[in-house]
């Protein structure tokens, strides 16, 4: 199967976002167009609903309308950066993204890494240090446990690029 989508999927502090860029970057290189959705930016809105505390249904919407728009430009690789907590949930996701070929490869670290990571990013916030540090750990049994994943790439020790080579070997690209 030829994928035209890849969800990378990880806690916070696994590097998605900064893998999202790389991909992005050795994809354009060949030439071929492609856009990054960082799911997070997606549904920052506030309050969110009492029944979805992550904005999830937003973050849905907003999908489906900015790759629509992606793929009218010429888009033909969608790069997600976020967060699937259950496999009941790929089919939302691939629906919004109007593609059933989706790859997700979920990143990991090494948790040593993952809080020197957050204590850089969030130096200055000591609230959102303690909840992003306590996140990472549920989050890393969550998605351990939920089987959403085609693959799984650790970026502890691999450089970025590395990390994003050998997704793009895996999803084809």
């Not at 728009?69 to 109007?98: C, K, T």
């Not at 799984?152 to 050998?166: H, L, N, Q, R």
């Amino acid at each position: 199967m030829i994928f035209d989508c890849l969800f990378l999927n990880g806690t916070v502090g696994a590097g998605k976002s900064t893998t999202a860029d790389m991909v992005s970057k050795q994809v354009s290189l060949s030439g071929v167009h492609n856009a990054i959705v960082d799911l997070d930016d997606i549904r920052r809105s506030w309050p969110a609903p009492v029944d979805d505390p992550f904005n999830h249904e937003l973050e849905l919407r907003n999908l489906a309308a900015i790759v629509a728009n992606y793929r009218d430009v010429g888009a033909e690789r969608i790069i997600l950066a976020g967060v699937v907590e259950q496999r009941s949930e790929l089919p939302r996701y691939r629906a919004a993204l109007h593609s059933e070929r989706m790859f997700v490869a979920r990143l990991v670290a090494d948790p040593d890494i993952l809080v020197a990571r957050l204590l850089a990013r969030h130096a200055a916030d000591a609230e959102a240090l303690g909840w992003n540090l306590n996140r990472a750990g549920q989050l890393a049994r969550i998605l351990e446990s939920a089987g959403c994943d085609d693959d799984v790439f650790d970026t502890t020790g691999d450089s970025p690029a590395e990390v994003a080579a050998a997704i793009r070997t895996a999803v084809g690209w």
